[in-house]
């Protein structure tokens, strides 16, 4: 199996993980009602889609204690019940919520309400330890952070958490973390879309793990929306909102400009008999060996689809020269 170091935790984890956001079923924001989840979400499925996972040789589960206002966490830890051992369990703070109501409201990266977040993680994905426990914050003041960084020391102390992250595409707040003794990895947004050449040599060069999110660009490296097709249809939440961070798509149509690039690359992308997505997984591990991409997933077949490309590994160098060419022939 293809499998990766955790950073400087020295835990090994299989190279390719699973991310939480989508399984957790739909929240909202308290005071404008913004949807912030991906829909009506079936348990069964994901827990279905879990257990693949873990057959599958993928043992790195990546959620966040926000993602459906506490239901993904839930979820996960129904899931591994019996299997908890065989799993490393990473989860995020500092998004508050109401489980009751599936409501976000608000931000709190204080010292009582880290310790209150960490308890409530333990409960819902009933365990005594989280392997990765990541600062969800990824613009907080780092004249503020310091306090963040004590407090995580002293759950890895106490043995809640086993080592942590920050959750963050802002090159200076890893720079903040990556010295403290028990931080092992950054998460941060990569793909062939969005690439990173800064936080990655901060991870290289601070033995940090790359955890990549939104390795697939949310589907449009799958190949599966054409580039003139309006995706999904009004419970598509995430693709048809028109959110400044939201590049891949705009009012439910990909973005002309990637769509382009990517046929552009298709064919070199699904060398070997890959798949797009298997080869832009691909194309990750081979830009660092620090990579670790964490698709979401909502169905068996995708997870299915996506573990499978841990049996073709990295693009080779050559075939990232290729794709580095045709990069900057489209630039």
């Known amino acids: 199996m293809f499998k990766r170091t955790l950073g400087r935790s020295g835990i090994e984890v299989s190279a390719l993980g699973i991310g939480g956001w989508a399984i957790g079923g739909p929240w909202h924001d308290a005071e404008t009602g913004e949807p912030f989840g991906w829909g009506e979400v079936d348990?069964?499925?994901?827990?279905?889609?879990?257990?693949?996972?873990?057959?599958?040789?993928?043992?790195?589960?990546?959620?966040?204690?926000?993602?459906?206002?506490?239901?993904?966490?839930?979820?996960?830890?129904?899931?591994?019940?019996?299997?908890r051992s065989d799993v490393i369990l990473a989860t995020k703070f500092g998004f508050m919520t109401n489980e009751e109501t599936k409501e976000a409201t608000g931000e709190n990266a204080s010292r009582a309400y880290i310790r209150r977040a960490c308890e409530a993680s333990l409960v819902r994905l009933r365990t005594n330890y989280i392997d990765l426990y990541q600062f969800h914050l990824g613009d907080y003041p780092e004249h503020l952070a310091h306090e963040v960084l004590e407090v995580l020391e002293e759950l890895a102390a106490e043995g809640k958490i086993r080592s942590f992250g920050w959750s963050t595409d802002l090159p200076s707040r890893a720079l903040l973390f990556a010295k403290s003794k028990h931080c092992t990895a950054i998460q941060h947004e990569l793909n062939l879309f969005r690439d990173n050449d800064d936080m990655l040599e901060i991870c290289e060069r601070h033995e940090l793990a790359s955890i990549n999110r939104g390795p697939l660009a949310m589907g449009l490296l799958t190949g599966k929306y054409a580039a003139d097709a309006t995706v999904g249809d009004a419970k598509d939440i995430r693709r048809r909102n028109n959110l400044d961070w939201l590049i891949y798509f705009k009012d439910g149509v990909p973005s002309p400009d990637m769509t382009d690039r990517l046929q552009a690359?298709?064919?070199?992308?699904?060398?070997?008999?890959?798949?797009?997505?298997?080869g832009a997984l691909a194309w990750l591990w081979a830009k660092s060996p620090h990579a670790v991409p964490i698709p979401g997933f909502r169905t068996v077949s995708q997870v299915t689809e996506n573990a499978k490309a841990m049996d073709f590994g990295p693009l080779t160098p050559d075939e990232m020269r290729q794709i580095e060419q045709l990069m900057l022939q489209r630039q």
């Not at 206002?69 to 129904?78: F, L, N, Q």
């Not at 298709?266 to 797009?276: F, Q």
Request: glycine letters at 10%.
């Open 265 to 278: 690359m298709r064919e070199i992308l699904t060398s070997n008999g890959r798949t797009l997505a298997q």
């Open 43 to 83: 348990d069964k499925q994901s827990i279905a889609a879990i257990h693949c996972a873990l057959d599958a040789g993928i043992n790195f589960i990546d959620t966040s204690d926000n993602y459906g206002a506490g239901h993904s966490e839930r979820v996960i830890g129904h899931a591994l019940q019996g299997r």
